[in-house]
């Protein structure tokens, strides 16, 4: 079982920047995969980011330049840095990660104002 916890959303004007960080409650050495996703009210969930044990990222064409995904196996800890948000961008955030199974994070909410 791994537990997720996300942090670091909240409500920035448009051109502002945000980290949300997600923290897990094991070893991300021992996760093959961590990605954030993002969800609307009414949309499906999409990929934001990913970063897997190799340490190779992809990004939503959406967010490329903009949004960074990085870790600290020291914290067990995933980041998105969020930088030039635009009002498109306000959504819950979601961590993912997956060893054999799928995990959640119960999501943190980004509000960007214009």
């Known amino acids: 079982q791994v537990h997720l916890v996300e942090s670091g959303g909240g409500l920035v004007q448009a051109g502002g920047s945000l980290r949300l960080s997600c923290a897990a409650s094991?070893?991300?050495?021992?996760?093959?995969?961590m990605a954030w996703y993002r969800q609307t009210p009414g949309k499906q969930r999409e990929l934001v980011a990913s970063?897997?044990?190799?340490?190779?990222?992809n990004y939503a064409d959406s967010v490329k330049g903009r949004f960074t995904i990085s870790r600290d196996h020291a914290k067990n800890t995933v980041y998105l840095q969020m930088n030039s948000l635009k009002p498109e961008d306000t959504a819950v955030y979601y961590c993912?990660?997956?060893?054999?199974?799928?995990?959640w994070g119960q999501g943190t909410q980004v509000t960007v104002s214009s």
């Open positions: 094991i070893s991300i050495f021992s996760i093959n995969r």
């Open positions: 993912n990660a997956i060893t054999v199974y799928t995990y």
């Open positions: 970063i897997n044990s190799g340490g190779s990222t």
